[in-house]
Structures are given as structure tokens and as C-alpha cells.
């Protein structure tokens, strides 16, 4: 399917391609994960027209679309049908550029690396980026009582706005002992880190003035309760440190590194 680019999202996705934190399979290679644009042309091949999935979508040609693969940089691109989205009406090509990648990655993610029940409490770092504010509505309309973690009083009024429950402001307060306090003790089931290597925590001394902040990815480890999952994604801060398995022993927890 032939598609004229319109809008395009940067994710940091793209950082990790250019950084070699993910291989590049081949060279020339044009960057960009998600795009939004106009549908110029459809697939000519009989056996696809009749695909009862293809007749679903119900493409037209001129619509509104949306594509979640690579490259997308780029005026025109054309993809295999099944990695096209149609757009609803109403919503223009920089909105729908902006959703696929991170409101996709949120729906696997919540199904397939760590299924938050109602009731659960769930540590969220970096709870107003785009992904973080696409999870923050997902779990709430779940059930879940999400813990976000951000760096500036705005965030925190952003991602309660989104459907965080409680807002930590890690700049300004002793993550560990408040997601202890809001938990009774007993930490998170699950913890979504999408932040990498420096996730911020107070350190062991707290009388320093002006406060110092430690960057310990570690600090999960503190933060989720027995037979937890620790959902760690991304890598903004950088990789996340080899640790050895001995360290999911003592509370029977369970690591996930989906991509």
C-alpha cells in the first residue's frame, strides 16, 4: 500500500538505532518507527482483497492511516497492508502519528509482560512521557492503583490528570520509603521502567543539602513485593547493568525485557 507521509513520531527507539544500543540490519537505513498519512494506492493482488481481515479495515483510497514499522522518515513509504491502521474520522494525521508505537507497545506490554489485575499496585517510572500517560489511562480503566514516578511537580499534575492515583516526585521525595508507605510495606506486583540504568532513588543519606540523587536501576528491587514482575523496556538513560539471577531469589520475582 502506497502512503504519503504526512507526520512522523521521533521515539527513542530512533536514539537506540543511531547509539548501536539496537543493531541496524542493513545500510542505507532510513530511520523512524511510526507515521500517519494518506492512502494513495492498494494492493492489487486478488488473493488480499478477499482477506477477511483486509475487507474489515475497510480501506479507501484518500483516507487517513496510520503505520507502526519502519522507516518512516520519509514523503512516501509502502507497506504490506497488515502493518496499516485506518485512522477514525475526526482525528488528524499528528495525532495519529503519535499513537501507534507507544498506545501499541502499552497494550502488549499490559497483556503479555506483566497482566496488572484490578486491585493491584503498580510502579510507573516515568509516568508522563507518551508511553507513561498511554499506560497511566490503561490501567486505570483496568482497575489498577498506578504509582507514577516523575521529576517536576507539572508531570505529576499531568499524569494524575492521565489516571495516576498517586504521583511521586522523585526529585523531592524518598521514592523507595513512599511506594513502601502507599503500599503498607508491601511494595508493588509490578514495576514498568521504561527509564534504564538511572532510575532515580534518595541515597542512604538524606541530610545532605542540597540533596544528592543516586541513579540505581536497582532500586526496584527494593520497590516490588514477593513474587512481583519488574517490566523493564527501555533505555533513556542508558543500558540496564547485567545483574545475576541470585538477585530474584529472596522474593521469588520475575524480570521481563520485552522489545
Given at each position: 500500500?502506497?502512503?504519503?507521509?504526512?507526520?512522523?513520531?521521533?521515539?527513542?527507539?530512533?536514539?537506540?538505532?543511531?547509539?548501536?544500543?539496537?543493531?541496524?540490519?542493513?545500510?542505507?537505513?532510513?530511520?523512524?518507527?511510526?507515521?500517519?498519512?494518506?492512502?494513495?494506492?492498494?494492493?492489487?493482488?486478488?488473493?488480499?482483497?478477499?482477506?477477511?481481515?483486509?475487507?474489515?479495515?475497510?480501506?479507501?483510497?484518500?483516507?487517513?492511516?496510520?503505520?507502526i514499522?519502519?522507516?518512516?522518515?520519509?514523503?512516501?513509504?509502502?507497506?504490506?497492508?497488515?502493518?496499516?491502521?485506518?485512522?477514525?474520522?475526526?482525528?488528524?494525521?499528528?495525532?495519529?502519528?503519535?499513537?501507534?508505537?507507544?498506545?501499541?507497545?502499552?497494550?502488549?506490554?499490559?497483556?503479555?509482560?506483566?497482566?496488572?489485575e484490578?486491585?493491584?499496585?503498580?510502579?510507573?517510572?516515568?509516568?508522563?512521557?507518551g508511553?507513561?500517560?498511554?499506560?497511566?489511562?490503561?490501567?486505570?480503566?483496568?482497575?489498577?492503583?498506578?504509582?507514577?514516578?516523575?521529576?517536576?511537580?507539572?508531570k505529576?499534575?499531568?499524569?494524575?490528570?492521565?489516571?495516576?492515583?498517586?504521583?511521586?516526585?522523585?526529585?523531592?521525595?524518598?521514592?523507595?520509603?513512599?511506594?513502601?508507605?502507599?503500599?503498607?510495606?508491601?511494595?508493588?506486583?509490578?514495576?514498568?521502567?521504561?527509564?534504564?540504568?538511572?532510575?532515580?532513588?534518595?541515597?542512604?543519606?538524606?541530610?545532605?543539602?542540597?540533596?544528592?540523587f543516586?541513579?540505581?536501576?536497582?532500586?526496584?528491587?527494593?520497590?516490588?513485593?514477593r513474587?512481583?514482575t519488574?517490566?523493564?523496556?527501555?533505555?533513556?538513560?542508558?543500558?540496564?547493568?547485567?545483574?545475576?539471577p541470585?538477585?530474584?531469589?529472596?522474593?521469588?520475582?520475575?524480570?521481563?525485557?520485552?522489545?
Open positions: 500500500m502506497l502512503i504519503r507521509v504526512e507526520w512522523a513520531g521521533v521515539n527513542f527507539i530512533d536514539t537506540y538505532y543511531r547509539s548501536g544500543v539496537y543493531p541496524v540490519k542493513s545500510h542505507p537505513a532510513v530511520a523512524g518507527e511510526e507515521m500517519a498519512g494518506i492512502l494513495l494506492e492498494l494492493p492489487s493482488d486478488p488473493a488480499v482483497l478477499e482477506d477477511p481481515e483486509f475487507k474489515a479495515r475497510n480501506f479507501q483510497v484518500g483516507q487517513t492511516v496510520a503505520c514499522t519502519g522507516p518512516a522518515f520519509a514523503e512516501y513509504i509502502a507497506k504490506p497492508w497488515h502493518k496499516v491502521l485506518p485512522v477514525p474520522a475526526g482525528i488528524d494525521t499528528r495525532t495519529a502519528a503519535a499513537v501507534p508505537l507507544q498506545a501499541l507497545t502499552v497494550l502488549t506490554f499490559v497483556e503479555e509482560a506483566y497482566k496488572a484490578p486491585g493491584d499496585y503498580v510502579l510507573l517510572h516515568a509516568a508522563a512521557g508511553f507513561g500517560l498511554n499506560m497511566c489511562q490503561i490501567l486505570k480503566a483496568r482497575g489498577v492503583h498506578v504509582i507514577g514516578s516523575v521529576s517536576t511537580d507539572e505529576a499534575a499531568l499524569a494524575k490528570a492521565n489516571g495516576a492515583e498517586f504521583v511521586i516526585v522523585y526529585t523531592k521525595e524518598d521514592l523507595i520509603k513512599r511506594v513502601g508507605e502507599i503500599t503498607q510495606g508491601q511494595g508493588a506486583h509490578g514495576i514498568y521502567d521504561g527509564v534504564g540504568k538511572a532510575t532515580y532513588v534518595l541515597p542512604l543519606f538524606r541530610k545532605v543539602t542540597p540533596p544528592k543516586s541513579f540505581r536501576w536497582e532500586g526496584n528491587f527494593e520497590m516490588i513485593r513474587k512481583g519488574i517490566v523493564t523496556f527501555g533505555n533513556a538513560s542508558g543500558v540496564v547493568p547485567a545483574f545475576s541470585m538477585k530474584l531469589k529472596d522474593k521469588n520475582l520475575k524480570v521481563a525485557r520485552p522489545v
